[in-house]
């Protein structure tokens, strides 16, 4: 018996030995190749993309079933050239700031434009003006905008000073904002919502999922409620216990609606219980769009802990000996790949009233340029 697992055990050393060579071996010759675009922009409505267009595609396309629907080859035509103008105006206007800042192109730099308008709809279903965006940024910082109540532009940085007294001074470029996100963003927003509003009546049921995964303390559980697959976005979940819904008090945390890749959406909600009790547990989902009311109970049924420690164990010992032959290698420590970190775009939320259900629109394009 000894003999035998003496001859396990110089099996497994000898497996470890190969797989940790051809790792090494793997980032010894490893290379990459990273392409990302230099010009992109977006439509965006109610926090979901409409349109898009980038630097690779040349072309503007719709990204919803009722904007393709809705809209004709003509307007796409006229809205690639538009997009492509914009792109030429970027460039040229980057190279003006590097120059200003004293900036080289060995560095990437990111200049975004966010403009759009907010509405409200009336009771006779007209939408009234909120207010409009119109704001430049550089490098992720806020660098030009319009202040939509005293029609005049702002500069919160020094080296957009000089750009703001020329818009000031030139009539048309002064006028311009104004009379866009009041007139022209508005009625767009208003054949949009329209188009939108034929496709609401297109609604999708949700899947339900309860489930639990391993707390960062030994003794708890995580238990999660899952729905998704559904549209419209209006839905709720409740985790009960014995029957009782728990809430923010119980430390019950949600993600939110978010949107799925489908056009659709999707919602967690979560919270952390001990491993031990013996409650029932059900997850209840209620969407009205679709009729939906259902409660899944949770079969308890985690991942148990022994197994998870016994996984983890082998894979940092095999870890920590790969990252040690790295780093004497000097493979870790340098990055050796370029970074397509981006700025989080910020969203422009327009609030409109459909009956009596409140929900969220926007009109948007965002737009960046990279230095080449």
Request: glycine residues 6%; contains cysteine.
């Amino acid at each position: 018996v000894i003999l035998f697992l003496k001859y396990i055990y110089l099996y497994i050393f000898v497996y470890i030995c190969i797989y940790l060579v051809y790792i090494y071996l793997f980032y010894l010759y490893q290379h990459s190749l990273t392409y990302i675009y230099t010009f992109t922009a977006m439509g965006i409505l109610d926090s979901r993309v409409i349109d898009y267009f980038d630097s690779t595609t040349q072309v503007k396309t719709p990204r919803t079933d009722w904007m393709k629907e809705n809209l004709d080859q003509d307007y796409w035509k006229k809205g690639t050239r538009s997009r492509k103008d914009k792109q030429q105006w970027f460039k040229v206007n980057l190279d003006i700031l590097k120059e200003r800042m004293n900036q080289t192109d060995n560095d990437i730099h990111v200049l975004q434009w966010r403009h759009g308008c907010e509405g409200e709809e009336q009771p006779d279903r007209s939408l009234k003006y909120i207010r409009g965006l119109n704001m430049y940024s550089y490098d992720g910082d806020d660098f030009l905008y319009f202040d939509d109540s005293h029609s005049v532009w702002v500069a919160p940085v020094k080296a957009a000073e000089q750009t703001k007294r020329k818009w000031d001074q030139e009539q048309k470029v002064h006028n311009y904002p104004k009379g866009y996100l009041e007139i022209d963003c508005m009625e767009w927003l208003k054949k949009y919502l329209t188009y939108r509003e034929k496709d609401l009546n297109t609604t999708k049921k949700p899947e339900a999922y309860v489930f639990a995964n391993n707390a960062r303390s030994k003794t708890n559980v995580v238990l999660t409620c899952m729905a998704t697959g559904f549209y419209p976005l209006e839905i709720q979940i409740h985790i009960q216990r014995n029957g009782r819904v728990l809430t923010k008090d119980d430390d019950v945390m949600s993600t939110g609606t978010r949107p799925n890749g489908d056009n659709t959406y999707q919602r967690r909600d979560s919270v952390e219980i001990l491993r031990s009790d013996v409650a029932k547990y059900s997850c209840h989902v209620i969407h009205h769009p679709t009729g939906v009311n259902i409660i899944k109970v949770w079969g308890k049924n985690p991942v148990p802990v022994g197994v998870i420690g016994g996984v983890l164990g082998v894979v940092a010992v095999l870890g920590l000996a790969v990252l040690g032959i790295l780093y004497k290698k000097g493979k870790l420590g340098k990055s050796t790949t370029l970074s397509t970190t981006q700025p989080s775009p910020r969203c422009l939320s327009a609030h409109c009233f459909w009956g009596s259900v409140k929900t969220r629109a926007s009109c948007r394009v965002l737009v960046w340029v990279w230095a080449s």
